[in-house]
């Protein structure tokens, strides 16, 4: 029984994990391409921060819809719903002429960033509470790989021609569907899919969304990951705009070229943070298994207390990195800057890995709509930083801007909610019970 129980949640973290890489890929399929549309079209730098924010206007209230739906209706279906429609509509701007009319048709194809949340719901229901953060490291981190292969693979692949891309990207993901839809399962057990159905309601949504723990959690997603979607973005753009004449220097030429080397020297920061994310779970595993708890204020005897400080560690890691990095650029180094992107993804890791290490440990009942609470509402990260980017009189300086103005006092929140040493999850705006089975 063991046995095939082992075998079947092996099965379905490998279909979650295709389903969630090649959604990542349709995803940043448009960042990939941004130096040829914006030659194509003729954006200006404003224009293509747009585009580059554009990617997550989805993301946050879809993915709260998609975590709802993941629990009531289970994540097979839901799964195979976003990549059909995603796809179809991929194929659809494939053959679009209008900018206009490309512009929303790419909007709603970076709906499948929604799938993140499916995923993890999928995976929370399959595997066990001292081998969650190995298991959700090893899906989110191969599925965010996607934007990486998409940076480094499709220029190589398909040149300036963003069309057939995207038809190719389109017809792919139809097929996944098929597949998700035909052997996908939802849990281990019934009893599990009952649960997270019963624990659907609105009582419950209130109760995650009005807890301190949550907020933070989602504040800490929202420097990690909502940073990575950002920089997934804008990257691409900020390389080609930011470093022209040392690209060139290097022997690329014409837009072809410089958005080889802009996508490739973006891919670093997305394979890293891709990369290091089933590390970023397996440490979260470790710490609680050593009982490392060396942070000051965080709680330090609750059972789940080691994953909470290995969180904290990542976030103030992430917020070095990113001052880090507007050095390396007001510097003028390619080098230096590519370097610091090494680093930075690695930290990322650090903190998407940690987050979903904790969410499905502290709201186990309904994994769906924590995970999309905490998943959806920080992608607003990835919609606000590259309007932030773009807005800077020197295209460096943003990095540092958001560390000081933002990542601070996020970090700063998350180590104030998880200073309970009585469960922190008990703990919220609103006093509101949660629902019990």
């Known amino acids: 029984m063991d046995q095939a129980i082992g075998t079947h949640k092996v099965e379905q973290l490998v279909i979650a994990t295709v389903g969630f890489f090649w959604c990542f890929l349709m995803w940043f399929s448009t960042a990939a391409f941004s130096p040829s549309i914006a030659a194509h079209y003729h954006l200006g730098i404003g224009a293509l921060g747009l585009l580059a924010s554009s990617a997550i206007w989805m993301a946050p209230v879809g993915r709260m ?27 659809a701007s494939a053959y679009t002429t209008s900018y206009q009319a490309l512009f929303m048709e790419r909007v709603i194809v970076a709906a499948a960033g929604v799938s993140f949340v499916i995923g993890i719901q999928h995976v929370a229901q399959w595997f066990e509470p001292h081998e969650i953060g190995t298991a959700e490291g090893l899906y989110a981190g ?107 220097a290097l022997g690329f030429s014409g837009v072809a070229g410089l958005q080889i080397a802009a996508g490739t020297f973006a891919a670093v920061q997305s394979f890293n943070a891709a990369l290091f994310r089933p590390f970023a779970g397996y440490m979260s595993d470790l710490f609680q298994r050593r009982g490392w708890t060396p942070l000051p204020l965080i709680a330090k005897t609750l059972p789940y207390a080691p994953r909470l400080h290995w969180l904290g560690l990542a976030l103030i890691l992430i917020t070095l ?26 930290f990322i890791s650090f903190g998407t890995g940690g987050t979903f290490a904790l969410v499905p440990l502290l709201f186990p009942d309904c994994p769906g709509l924590a995970a999309g609470f905490i998943g959806g509402l920080s992608t607003c990260g990835g919609i606000l930083y590259p309007l932030i980017f773009a807005a800077q009189s020197n295209i460096h300086i943003g990095y540092l801007g958001i560390a000081l103005t933002l990542f601070i006092p996020f970090a700063l929140f998350y180590f104030w909610a998880a200073r309970h040493e009585r469960r922190p999850e008990e703990h919220g705006i609103f006093f509101i019970t949660q629902v019990a089975e």
Not at 66 to 88: E, H, I, K, S
Not at 321 to 346: E, F, K, P
């Open 65 to 91: 819809i998609a975590g709802w739906a993941a629990d009531r209706f289970g994540a097979p279906r839901t799964f195979a719903l976003v990549l059909a429609v995603c796809g179809t509509v991929s194929i």
């Open 142 to 248: 191969t599925g965010n790989a996607g934007a990486g292969v998409g940076a480094l693979l499709l220029p190589r692949l398909f040149g300036t021609s963003f069309q057939s891309a995207f038809l190719w990207l389109g017809i792919i993901a139809l097929a996944i569907s098929a597949w998700y839809l035909l052997r996908g399962r939802a849990a281990r057990s019934a009893a599990r899919a009952r649960t997270a159905r019963r624990s659907s309601d609105w009582k419950s949504a209130l109760f995650i969304w009005s807890r301190y723990i949550a907020l933070a959690l989602m504040l800490a997603y929202a420097m990690s990951f909502g940073l990575e979607t950002a920089l997934n973005a804008w990257l691409p753009g900020y390389f080609a705009r930011g470093f022209h004449a040392e690209i060139l």
């Open 321 to 346: 990195a990113m001052a880090g990095l507007t050095a390396a650029g007001l510097s003028g180094s390619l080098h230096a800057s590519v370097a610091v992107l090494v680093v930075l993804g690695i």
